[in-house]
């Protein structure tokens, strides 16, 4: 585990968050867990885990927060904001601190677009992929393969 040095840590980071619209509840989160069971892409991605990202925040781990690119996994589905105890809405604590990211030079401008632009593209093929397993077709099949093979070039 790597040391943490009171010096290193920003003490108002915290309250930098917390008053921006959306995020006045984050220092409630007592890490009971339920955004990260909850959660499609902590599921899928063992080091997604949104109860670390608060911990990190409230101790003032600034940097080490807005340049992580955990901060950028979230589909923001708000499966956890529906289900917090404490009404942590970390969904949008994530749209506050992707926007501090980009604001403090840890992320492009466009970052936040080009998210949003995947999300919408990844909904798109679940949605083909999903009618093709009810309905087989070669065409749906080959429509979904030039659909991803054209996005992975759009991204390199």
Request: hydrophobic share 35%.
């Amino acid at each position: 585990m790597e040391e943490i040095r009171l010096k290193d840590l920003d003490q108002k980071f915290k309250y930098d968050i917390a008053t921006r619209p959306g995020a006045g509840n984050f220092t409630r989160c007592f890490t009971c867990g339920t955004c990260t069971a909850v959660c499609p892409v902590a599921e899928v991605n063992e080091d997604y885990d949104p109860r670390k990202l608060i911990r990190m925040s409230i101790l003032g781990m600034r940097d080490e927060v807005l340049s992580s690119d955990i901060i950028w996994m979230c589909q923001r589905c708000y499966a956890c904001y529906a289900r917090c105890p404490q009404n942590v809405k970390f969904a949008d604590i994530l749209g506050v601190l992707r926007d501090m990211a980009i604001e403090e030079g840890h992320a492009d401008k466009a970052m936040n677009d080009r998210i949003e632009n995947l999300d919408r593209f990844v909904q798109d093929v679940r949605c083909k992929m999903v009618a093709n397993m009810l309905h087989p077709s070669d065409d749906q099949k080959k429509k979904v393969r030039k659909m991803v093979e054209e996005e992975l070039v759009r991204n390199e």
